[in-house]
C-alpha cells in the first residue's frame, strides 16, 4: 500500500516495476512515450532516484541504453511500446549478437 496524504492507495503494476528496477540499482530507462508505457512514465516521474530519458524510437531506446550499459558496467533498462515498438527492440538485439 501506498500513502498520498492521509488517503492510503494500492500500488499499480508500474510502481512494482519501478521498485525493481530501482532495487537491481539501474539509474536510467530510456523509452518511447506510448499509451502501453504512461503508467511507468508516470510511476518514474516523481522519483529523485530513476530517470526517464525519452526518445523519438524504440531502436534509439536500445541503443542508447546498450550503450550505457558497455561504458559504464552498469545495468540500464529500455522499454518499448506494444506493436511493432518491440520489434525494433529485438533489432538491436540481434545486432549486439545476444
Not at 21 to 32: C, F, G, Q, T
Not at 62 to 74: C, S, Y
Request: hydrophobic share 40%; net charge positive.
Amino acid at each position: 500500500m501506498k500513502t498520498i496524504g492521509n488517503t492510503m492507495t494500492k500500488k499499480r503494476v508500474a510502481d512494482v516495476l519501478v521498485d525493481t528496477v530501482i532495487a537491481v540499482d539501474v539509474k536510467r530507462v530510456y523509452e518511447l512515450v506510448g499509451d502501453s508505457l504512461n503508467g511507468v512514465i508516470e510511476s518514474i516521474r516523481p522519483r529523485k532516484d530513476l530517470q526517464w530519458v525519452p526518445v523519438r524510437h524504440e531502436e534509439t531506446a536500445a541503443f542508447a541504453a546498450g550503450a550505457e550499459a558497455h561504458l559504464t558496467g552498469q545495468l540500464t533498462v529500455c522499454a518499448g511500446s506494444c506493436g511493432p515498438g518491440n520489434l525494433y527492440l529485438i533489432n538491436h538485439k540481434a545486432s549486439r549478437g545476444l
